[in-house]
Structures are given as structure tokens and as C-alpha cells.
């Protein structure tokens, strides 16, 4: 099982930025998908979940309206689109795969590091 991220980086408050996950190992299209952040010194926090079609996401309360999850099933990827960004997005973001009411199938990603600054 592999979930690569990709697109951090060092981007100005106002500025966006395109996340990816690229899965590998697991049948993709069964799994819901999520971005989490944690900031040092904090706890992982759900960023965004898109459910195993994407017809149904859900976001944390401080990147609504700001924030956009999506996936492609054919790529077996997920995309997390950051816009409006604010130097309180600093944070490494990781993905994870899961399957609802099945703990034991969840999976992390390494997490990419976002950093939003002047």
C-alpha cells in the first residue's frame, strides 16, 4: 500500500496551491479519502473527506469556502485545491484512506509540508 503526496510548498498568505495523492496497492475506489494537517505542537486535524464517489464531502470548519477536495478514480488519485491560504495553514498535510466502520483499513500518507508566509 503506497499514498504519495505531492504539491507543497512555500507559497505567500492570499496564494493557492494543488495537492495530490497518487494510491497504489489497494482497491482505491472502495476507500473514502482525506487530507489532514497538523502544525507543530498540535494534533492531526481532518481537513477534508470525500466519500468513495465523490458525491459527498465533508471539511473542517477553519478552509471552508477556501478549500476543495476531489478525486479521480480512473487516476487513483485525490487532489486537495488551497486557495486563499493563511499563514495558520502552515502545517504538513497527509492523506489517508479509509473504509467507514473498518478501523484496520486505514492507511497514511508521509504528509508534504505546506507553508504559508511573507
Known sequence: VQLVESGGGLVQP??????SCAASGFPFRSYDMSWYHQAP???RGLVARININGGITNYGDS?????TISRDNAKNTVYLQMNSLKPEDTAVYYCNAAVVGRPSFSYWGQGTQVTVSS
Open 41 to 43: 505542537g498540535k494534533e
Open 14 to 19: 492570499g496564494g493557492s496551491l494543488r495537492l
Open 63 to 67: 478552509v471552508k469556502g477556501r478549500f
